[in-house]
């Protein structure tokens, strides 16, 4: 079989200070178009206002610059916008209705997110209508991240709430057997966080968003243009359960949960 793509990977190892460089790396390549997702936008526009760029991003693209509008995005740039930040406050009010007698829940914030101010300020407000205090931690590294969960430890948080980032994508499994150690209920964005063994995910899927970005990179390498692209909204939101950890953790899921879901995992 004959192949007349070849795909460059760069990996930053979430070091986001290093995504200017691999950004010009690839442009001093003369590739044929850049994907990106949510951390790595910013470094691609800066590093090329010509070669056409494909975000798959939870970040809104219009509010970073990337794109003029959704419907005309005018320049280099266009891509998917899936909605997992903009889920935040909706994932703590599902934990609140599954932990209806939590006084203090926790949220698990990378603040080098690019969105991670936002994603706060959404959480703050949806605990001020819900009624509960909201405790913040914060980690982008695996130290500050061993420290965020003696926090939990010691405020004796009653369930937990990760946020939308890659950094704890890729340490879902370790995050929820903290918190499957603590008997501790956790939401997760990320439906593989669900399969991972968390208590349950809702959000985006991000296989829809990445196939549906696939769509656009495989349009521009035929010859269309970014500019004329309208950037998509991925709109297939899942909720997840996991009831082997549920099991484990003592947990019964309220039927007005349990009747939204998705998937179930035994």
């Known amino acids: 079989m004959s192949t007349n793509v070849a795909i460059e990977y760069r990996w930053a190892e979430d070091h986001h200070d290093r995504l200017p460089t691999l950004a010009a790396d690839l442009v001093r390549r003369q590739v044929a178009v850049i994907v ?3 951390p790595s936008m910013a470094a691609a526009k800066a590093a090329t206002a010509t070669i056409p760029i494909v975000f798959v991003s939870a970040d809104d693209s219009v509010a970073a610059g990337l794109a003029a509008s959704f419907n005309r995005p ?5 891509g998917v916008y899936f909605l997992i930040t903009a ?9 609140r209705e599954l932990a209806p007698r939590t006084s203090l829940i926790a949220a698990l914030v990378n603040p080098d997110f ?4 936002s994603q706060s300020r959404e959480m703050q407000e949806a605990a001020r209508v819900l009624g509960f205090q909201l405790l913040i931690v914060k980690a982008s590294t695996e130290r500050e991240l061993d420290t965020a969960f003696a926090t939990l430890d010691r405020e004796r ?24 150690s603590h008997g501790l209920p956790t939401i997760f964005p990320q439906r593989e966080a669900a399969v991972a063994g968390g208590l349950m995910s809702y959000g985006t899927s991000v296989p829809d968003a990445y196939r549906q970005g ?7 390498l035929k010859g269309e243009k970014p500019a004329d692209l309208p950037v998509q909204q ?22 007005s949960l349990l009747g939204r879901a998705d998937e179930v995992i035994e």
């Open 114 to 117: 690019p969105s991670a101010e």
């Open 157 to 180: 948080a009653g369930a937990l709430a990760v946020a939308s980032d890659g950094f704890f994508f890729f340490r879902r499994e370790r995050i929820a057997a903290f918190a499957a």
């Open 87 to 95: 889920l935040e406050g909706k994932r703590l009010e599902m934990l």
């Open 36 to 38: 990106v997702n949510t």
């Open 234 to 255: 991925s709109v297939k939101v899942e909720l997840a359960i996991n009831m082997k950890t549920a099991k484990a953790l003592g947990v019964t899921f309220p039927l």
């Open 74 to 78: 005018g320049g280099n740039a266009t």
């Open 214 to 220: 696939g769509i656009y990179v495989g349009g521009i």
